[in-house]
């Protein structure tokens, strides 16, 4: 029991389910033929932009980030709730883990974009 405690804290504070999850989003976003070399270049990208050297890969484009926030924001009044967007967090496996949110709040769309 106490090692697989410490098994979960090292996965925890090296965040490896949050890139696990995020690795998995990215090849099904962009299901690449071939996908070992896809997250070897993910993973050279997350380094170079750990080292200031290049950006972090991006799952999705500011277009599709719109057209997702219009598909939550059906009335068009500019905002989605807190729920709505932690539930797409989920669904783009992405965590929600620390969101700073009430229930109560409204997520703009570059709030959205920001964070996504």
Do not use: W
């Not at 071939?34 to 799952?59: H, M, N, Q, S, T």
């Amino acid at each position: 029991a106490a090692r697989e405690e410490e098994s979960r804290e090292y996965l925890r504070r090296h965040r490896i389910d949050r890139l696990l999850r995020r690795l998995c989003a990215l090849l099904l976003h962009h299901r690449p033929e071939r996908p070992r070399e896809f997250l070897i270049e993910v993973l050279e990208r997350v380094k170079a932009g750990r080292e200031a050297k290049g950006g972090y890969p991006d799952l999705m484009d500011e277009a599709n980030l719109g057209a997702m926030f219009s598909l939550l924001d059906v009335v068009g009044q500019g905002h989605i709730t807190a729920v709505q967007y932690r539930e797409a967090l989920k669904t783009l496996g992405l965590s929600t883990e620390g969101l700073q949110c009430g229930d109560d709040a409204s997520v703009t769309l570059d709030v959205f974009k920001e964070e996504v």
